[in-house]
């Protein structure tokens, strides 16, 4: 392991969020993570951002109404977008964690919308039948 890597905090385990003492802790650490990943392009902090937040991201995408293969696939592009975009993150603006469900929820409203405006299309189609007078019968 590398001394850059040696310092870097780890993700918490998931039951170790009842700790409150961790929790309090977690605002700075993710900012730590996402300021490490702007400065340095550090795959190890970005791991540790992707580990905690890949999983939550996904569940607060279902619960915005995407199913389980539209929430896996933004998850993924959410991260990408969190790993290009780090070095516009500040921490004296908003909390690690506001910063990134901004993204997922905007890439969120940009598949929704492109859905609807699918659904809209395909109806627009299907109401755009040949009329019957333009039909000649024999």
Do not use: H
């Not at 970005?46 to 569940?59: D, E």
């Not at 975009?85 to 990134?100: L, M, P, Y």
């Amino acid at each position: 392991m590398s001394p850059q890597n040696s310092k870097l905090p780890r993700a918490p385990a998931p039951e170790a969020l009842d700790d409150p003492a961790l929790t309090a802790d977690l605002p700075t650490l993710s900012a730590d993570w996402l300021e490490q990943v702007a400065a340095n392009a550090n795959r190890a902090a970005f791991a540790r951002l992707f580990a905690f937040y890949g999983p939550r991201v996904k569940t607060y995408l279902l619960r915005l109404g995407l199913d389980a293969d539209q929430a896996e696939a933004l998850t993924l592009e959410v991260m990408v977008a969190v790993w290009r975009k780090a070095a516009g993150f500040d921490r004296s603006e908003v909390t690690a964690a506001t910063w990134i469900f901004r993204i997922a929820r905007n890439r969120s409203l940009d598949v929704l919308r492109l859905d609807q405006a699918s659904n809209a299309d395909n109806a627009w189609l299907a109401d755009c039948q040949e009329p019957s007078w333009t039909t000649s019968t024999p």
